[in-house]
């Protein structure tokens, strides 16, 4: 188990640009987990996966931002034209999960920070 | 949107005190309860788990669980400078959604 795993630890990017940012969870883990974590609040939740669908999407994304989980192991999340406000740190979370038992733990990655200049 | 309360604190406390670490939910059907602990700069890392009613204890830690007054605590035993840091608490909403409070900030002072 060598835990969750994201790259880059760190962005900094123009307002306009698109970044990507990815994001491998612990290898028995079904569940993926993106949120966003800005200064003195708790991570909000953006979109998950169960193994490759996304079952959910934020009513507060936009539709600048996108994430795929193409084979239910790596994820990716995309933000295209990038705005300030996009900057805070991104967490990814990964649990396991099977049908008819209560939400198991989670388990985050160390976050990849990012700064729209 | 279900929410989760924290008191945004500092809480401090000495070097050797208790802390105790207070949360409340909304969502009477939440069935999971979590602790994480958060440094500075760094991502959340978890410390506690909850499920049933009542205390469950992991070394110096003790998480209390009452459902029917929706409140959940943590307590940290002979607290030491190195647990000082914002602590989140997370509940489940249905089945696969989480949400979290905005963290309790806490001071242990040497």
């Known amino acids: 188990d060598t835990g969750v795993s994201q790259d880059p630890r760190h962005k900094i990017t123009k307002r306009g640009q698109n970044v990507t940012f990815r994001c491998d969870p612990i290898?028995?883990?079904?569940?993926l987990y993106w949120y966003r974590q800005t200064l003195g609040q708790g991570p909000e939740f953006l979109t998950y996966?169960?193994?490759?669908?996304?079952?959910?999407k934020s009513r507060l994304l936009s539709d600048r931002f996108s994430a795929e989980r193409p084979k239910g192991s790596f994820s990716t999340l995309e933000i295209q034209r990038t705005e300030q406000g996009d900057s805070a740190m991104y967490l990814c979370?990964?649990?396991?999960?099977?049908?008819?038992?209560?939400?198991?733990?989670?388990?985050f990655g160390p976050g990849t920070r990012l700064t729209v200049t | 949107q279900k929410e989760v309360e924290q008191n945004s604190g500092p809480l401090s406390v000495p070097e050797g005190a208790i802390a105790s670490l207070n949360c409340t939910y909304s969502?009477?059907?939440?069935?999971?309860f979590f602790w994480y602990r958060q440094y500075s700069g760094k991502s959340p890392e978890l410390i506690m788990f909850?499920?049933?009613?009542g205390d469950k204890e992991d070394g110096r830690f003790t998480a209390q669980l009452n459902k029917a007054s929706q409140y959940v605590s943590l307590l940290i035993r002979d607290s030491q400078p190195s647990d000082s840091a914002t602590y989140l608490c997370a509940v489940n909403e249905g089945t696969y959604k989480y949400i979290f409070g905005t963290g309790t900030r806490l001071k242990v002072l040497a």
């Open positions: 979370a990964s649990s396991t999960w099977t049908s008819g038992t209560r939400p198991r733990e989670q388990y």
């Open positions: 290898s028995e883990h079904n569940r």
């Open positions: 996966f169960q193994n490759e669908a996304q079952l959910e």
């Open positions: 969502d009477r059907g939440s069935q999971s």
């Open positions: 909850i499920y049933s009613n």
